[in-house]
């Protein structure tokens, strides 16, 4: 299978989390999946993609058999068939789908945003699909996730989905519940607390100079 653009990964994404949080609403129409994958919560990047652009993001996956649309309504709904077409138990699909939607994320917090879709034991049963997914055979069609390099600061890795092609990750990012996470505008605020500081000790030395040469003291003491 190709790569998959941005908004082919988000709608695809958003088919597979509707399912299972809003099944009444399920398959989805068309205005439904724009709302779906311009949400501004539980998403990472946030879109602002047009009716038209998801139109052809849906298309693409019909013509990659990773969606179809339902027949039997006046308007037309779409679902995923995300599982059937990769060969993928269900709690692959709630991983894959939550790290489309949100970006890479450690263990822990897949487990915890994967709640609704597919409900883990533990983080160890989550590590073990993100490990099967790794080690996915070329047969079929190579690994779908990669666990990342542990960024500077943080204490757990991230992992994330292939779907897309290679992960950019930056080196220098660091989560920001690290806790040697410093927000660059709390870094700004030390320096100029810093800055601070130093011009009032400097005040305070010529303060005590002047004071010591009035009273005719040496600093060492009379």
């Not at 809003?22 to 009716?51: F, H």
């Not at 305070?204 to 005719?216: N, P």
Request: hydrophobic share 40%; glycine share 8%; aromatic share 4%.
């Amino acid at each position: 299978m190709r790569e998959l653009s941005l908004l082919e990964a988000r709608v695809l994404g958003v088919l597979v989390e509707k399912a299972h949080t809003v099944p009444d609403s399920y398959p989805l129409s068309l205005n439904s999946l724009v709302s779906g994958c311009n949400q501004k919560t539980a998403r990472d990047p946030v879109l602002n993609a047009t009716e038209s652009e998801v139109q052809v993001a849906v298309d693409a996956l019909k013509s990659l058999s990773l969606a179809f649309e339902s027949s039997g309504s006046r308007v037309s709904r779409y679902e995923h068939n995300f599982g059937r077409a990769m060969g993928l138990p269900s709690q692959s699909v709630a991983l894959l789908a939550v790290l489309m939607l949100r970006g890479p994320q450690t263990s822990a917090e897949l487990r915890a945003n994967c709640d609704r879709l597919h409900r883990f034991a533990d983080v160890s049963s989550v590590e073990g699909f993100l490990t099967e997914l790794v080690e996915r055979s070329a047969e079929k069609g190579g690994p779908l996730v990669v666990k990342l390099p542990r960024a500077p600061g943080a204490r757990e890795a991230r992992w994330g989905h292939l779907l897309c092609g290679a992960v950019e990750v930056s080196a220098s990012a660091v989560s920001a519940d690290s806790e040697d996470f410093v927000a660059a505008s709390e870094l700004a605020s030390l320096k100029s607390r810093q800055a601070a500081m130093e011009s009032e000790i400097g005040e305070l030395r010529e303060l005590v100079e002047r004071l010591y040469a009035e009273l005719g003291v040496s600093k060492g003491g009379a």
